[in-house]
């Protein structure tokens, strides 16, 4: 398994440009999650997913959108980038059940400039 | 909203000696995770706490969680250099996951 996978890596946007951060992830899960992490801080959710075809905001949606069609994918739509997107971006997804354990995929590093 | 904090936000120590962060959630938890990222990584998740006093060990960690079930602890005893990172607690509610903002421990050799 593959596990949780992030593309791109690394991104520059300028300011207004948009563009969607993909995740897949291989294990079946139902749960996805998209947080966002600034430099020395922790993560802040922003959308996440029960299952295909439902998502819910997190704490910081604005600026934000997502979609989830299939089970696998949880791809997250930056519309007209502004400097305080920049950030770490981190796709996770948990399975059901009694365990909460999120698997985390590897990070895109944004910078909006 | 929920909200979880941490405390401290950094530990310094000399390697050898015990580091502890604390977990402290403004409503009651049905459970918490704690995570360790390294520098550049990600999140890894260590351990799950479900029940009320909730006790669990893990080599030279050991995970509390309250008996209100509104707080947790990561103690490390005799920290190593292979200790460093910073460690999230988080909880679920439903689905919707909250995380804290972590404490990032250094250990001098």
């Known amino acids: 398994n593959a596990g949780v996978t992030q593309t791109p890596k690394f991104r520059i946007l300028k300011i207004g440009q948009s563009m969607t951060l993909q995740c897949t992830q291989d294990?079946?899960?139902?749960?996805m999650y998209w947080y966002r992490q600034d430099p020395g801080m922790g993560l802040k959710l922003i959308y996440y997913?029960?299952?295909?075809?439902?998502?819910d905001k997190g704490e910081v949606p604005n600026g934000y959108n997502v979609s989830r069609s299939t089970t696998e994918d949880f791809p997250l739509r930056l519309e007209l980038a502004a400097p305080s997107q920049t950030s770490v971006y981190f796709c996770?997804?948990?399975?059901?059940?009694?365990?909460?354990?999120?698997?985390f995929g590897p990070g895109t590093r944004l910078t909006v400039t | 909203g929920q909200q979880v904090m941490q405390i401290p936000q950094y530990q310094h120590v000399q390697e050898g000696e015990d580091f502890t962060t604390y977990c402290n959630s403004s409503?009651?938890?049905?459970?918490i995770q704690w995570y360790k990222q390294r520098p550049g990584g990600h999140p890894v998740f260590l351990i799950q706490?479900?029940?009320?006093?909730e006790v669990k060990k893990q080599k030279r960690l050991t995970f509390q969680f309250g008996e209100a079930k509104k707080n947790s602890s990561l103690h490390i005893t005799a920290t190593q250099t292979t200790d460093v990172g910073t460690y999230f607690c988080?909880?679920?509610?439903?689905?919707?996951?909250?995380f804290g903002d972590g404490t990032t421990l250094t250990v001098k050799p």
């Open positions: 997913s029960v299952g295909a075809g439902i998502t």
């Open positions: 988080a909880g679920d509610n439903a689905g919707k996951s909250t």
């Open positions: 706490l479900v029940k009320s006093g």
């Open positions: 996770a997804s948990r399975g059901q059940g009694a365990t909460y354990e999120q698997y």
């Open positions: 294990m079946n899960h139902n749960y």
């Open positions: 409503t009651t938890l049905s459970n």
